[in-house]
């Protein structure tokens, strides 16, 4: 089974992003010693921008053919990991100074998008090793859900699962070493659902 981790690189005022951290430790030395359940595991990191963030995911897909995708982004307001249910076809009209234009992601396509991952199942095993859990119903309307999005258009007809958590900073309420923790458990979960 092949999984991709994808997180983000910093923006704004947050200049450690735990996502891209997670994302870089599956591909070093120290990710090899993780038990991934026997899953070939590879990370990638995304730019925060709206359609290119995607892009860079799209590519990834296409090169290493996950039969999953979880994807992970900070949200610097919150203290647990949150598990998305959905992705809004919408985005804001700003993002980091740059001139975007609120209106949908993609015309034509419905105006949300769940997530395919096993969400209760991942939630209950992450919960019962008393990792900082919660589930989300939005993703928000930034660049984190117009990744979330997009990815789950790309892949509304494939058997592929995919989905998309948040995380809270690195700090008393998560450590990085959690987030690993939290990417194994699903991981071993999506296996035993296979």
Known sequence: ???LI???SEFGDNKVNPSRLL????????????DWS??????VVL???FEVGFQRLRDEIGLFRP??????????GRRTIDLER??????????????????????DCPLALAST????????????????MGISHSAGTYVCNDVFYRMQNHFLRSRVRSGFIHVPPIGTDCTLDQLVQFASLAIGVLKDRR
């Open 47 to 49: 730019p925060v921008e």
């Open 23 to 34: 994302a870089e430790q599956v591909n070093a030395c120290a990710g090899h010693g993780v």
């Open 86 to 107: 959905f992705a809004v076809n919408w985005r804001e009209s700003s993002s980091m100074g740059a001139s975007v234009v609120a209106g949908e992601l993609l015309p």
């Open 117 to 132: 991952l096993p969400i209760e199942s991942i939630f209950d095993k992450a919960k019962g090793a008393c990792l900082p």
């Open 1 to 3: 089974m092949r999984i």
């Open 6 to 8: 994808s997180g983000f």
């Open 67 to 76: 039969d999953a995708v979880l994807s992970f982004g900070l949200a610097a």
């Open 38 to 43: 026997g899953a070939d595991v590879r990370g």
